[in-house]
């Protein structure tokens, strides 16, 4: 049996899809297509590509946002971790005191 499959990944949809359209245009009113509403389709084609452009474009703002931000936990967490053994050091006697700086000291 002859099985078509339709794609699954968004930008091969999108692909398929504008093939389809040109084919059903290009053959007008012998397009056995004309039946279905491609107009809206191709409307709605376009609409999801420039949404798709928009996420990619998103996306990668976002990954480099993570990456900043990132960069930033690393120096902050140092300081934190400094900060902690400095606070040993002064109240080796007495850690519960580090509590006080917000640290959470477990008996």
Known sequence: M???SVPTKV??????AGLIYAKHTALGEA??????DWETGKANLDA?????????E????AEAAREERNHYVAQIRLLVQQSRDMLKGIHRNDLRQLGE??????D
């Open 11 to 16: 930008e091969d949809v999108f692909r398929l």
């Open 31 to 36: 397009s056995p297509l004309k039946a279905l």
């Open 48 to 56: 999801a590509e420039a949404q798709n452009t928009a996420f990619k």
């Open 2 to 4: 002859t099985k078509v």
């Open 101 to 106: 700086y917000g640290f959470e000291v477990n």
């Open 58 to 61: 998103l996306h990668r703002q």
